[in-house]
């Protein structure tokens, strides 16, 4: 079992910066890859950023490529997810999930722990 807190969301205006983190506890957290998903008002919620068990691998969606970075520290149990350049269409609940996997998915189904979420919101 693994549990997951999210923190660091909060209000910023467009191209300002933001980084979230995601505590996790329980056991054996390095053999876990790792995601980011976020979900807006009103839509589905969506893939931003992976990571593999090691770190070494990472995966990122088209639209955050190059603004966003996913890292992990395994002896502190966290992932991180550093923000730069925020757009107003960045503004969403975004969650931390974890997967009993070595490579990261991309989809929903792929994980298997989520965390409650941390909220960000970027003004115009």
């Known amino acids: 079992q693994v549990q997951l807190v999210e923190s660091g969301g909060g209000l910023v205006q467009a191209g300002g910066s933001l980084r979230l983190s995601c505590a996790a506890s329980?056991?054996?957290?390095?053999?876990?890859?790792m995601g980011w998903f976020r979900q807006a008002p009103g839509k589905e919620r969506e893939f931003v950023a992976a990571?593999?068990?090691?770190?070494?691998?990472?995966y990122y969606a088209d639209s955050v490529k190059g603004r966003f970075t996913i890292s992990r520290d395994n002896a502190k149990n966290t992932v991180y997810l550093q923000m730069n350049s925020l757009k107003p269409e960045d503004t969403a609940r975004y969650y931390c999930?974890?997967?009993?996997?070595?490579?990261?998915?991309?989809?929903?189904?792929?994980?298997?722990?989520w965390g409650q979420g941390t909220q960000v919101t970027v003004s115009s």
């Open positions: 990571i593999s068990w090691s770190g070494g691998d990472t």
């Open positions: 329980g056991r054996s957290f390095s053999f876990y890859a």
């Open positions: 999930a974890a997967a009993r996997r070595v490579v990261p998915g991309t989809h929903e189904n792929e994980y298997n722990y």
